[in-house]
Nanobody, 121 residues
């Protein structure tokens, strides 16, 4: 079974930093399509950052320049380094990957972790 387990959330003051990690296991392909999403109360799910096998990355405009996504192939871990955090970054953050055999597209993200809360005050 595919499993994603996040860690590293917490509470921080504005301007601070947090580092989120997501360990991926059971995924049958070496190629990867991984992303971090977030959802704040009353708001829609938002794709925050993505990293892909062709070494390309994606960042939402709201986090570009402040967040950095990286992938450790040896440990099959995806990390989100979040700097210069703002109160509007407060949300539940989840990592996700696409369903087996599907293209790396937003609509194909079907495996999700349980989420980790980030609170910025």
């Amino acid at each position: 079974d595919v499993q994603l387990v996040e860690s590293g959330g917490g509470s921080v003051q504005a301007g601070g930093s947090l580092r989120l990690s997501c360990s991926v296991s059971g995924y049958p392909y070496s190629r990867y399509c991984l992303a971090w999403f977030r959802q704040a109360p009353g708001k829609e799910l938002e794709g925050v950052a993505g990293i892909f096998s062709d070494e390309s990355t994606y960042y939402a405009p709201a986090v570009k320049g402040r967040f950095t996504i990286s992938h450790d192939s040896a440990r099959n871990t995806v990390t989100l380094q979040m700097n210069s955090l703002k109160p509007e970054d407060t949300a539940m953050y989840s990592c996700a990957t696409v369903l087996e055999g599907t293209l790396c597209r937003w609509e194909n993200f079907g495996y999700w972790g349980q989420g980790t809360q980030v609170t910025v005050s």
